[in-house]
Nanobody
Framework: QVQLVESGGGLVQPGGSLTLSCAASGSIFSIYAMGWYRQAPGKQREMVATITLRDGSTNYADSVKGRFAISRDNAKNTMYLQMNSLKPEDTAVYYC????????WGQGTQVTVSL
């Protein structure tokens, strides 16, 4: 199984920036891709960004294109989400996910964009 540990969430002002990290351990050989998902109160969980670990190809939700950047450091088994120009509507619990094998979810980290 794959274990995912997230960090970097917190409170940030509108227009600010924040970087989330997700460290993977366990059966990491089975991971094909990783992604960030988020869930705001009263809403369904949505895909924010994904990255294929082999070649670094990425996909983004329309709502975050041009503002967020997903990346990975394969040597560190770590994935990042750089969030810029944050808006209040970005407020959500952000989850790290792995794709491949059983798949796995991180515990979630709260991102709050507010004055």
């Amino acid at each position: 199984q794959v274990q995912l540990v997230e960090s970097g969430g917190g409170l940030v002002q509108p227009g600010g920036s924040l970087t989330l990290s997700c460290a993977a351990s366990g059966s990491i050989f089975s991971i094909y891709a990783m992604g960030w998902y988020r869930q705001a109160p009263g809403k369904q969980r949505e895909m924010v960004a994904t990255i294929t670990l082999r070649d670094g190809s990425t996909n983004y939700a329309d709502s975050v294109k041009g503002r967020f950047a997903i990346s990975r450091d394969n040597a560190k088994n770590t994935m990042y989400l750089q969030m810029n120009s944050l808006k209040p509507e970005d407020t959500a619990v952000y989850y790290c996910a792995s794709i491949g094998g059983q798949g796995s979810w991180g515990q979630g980290t709260q991102v709050t964009v507010s004055l």
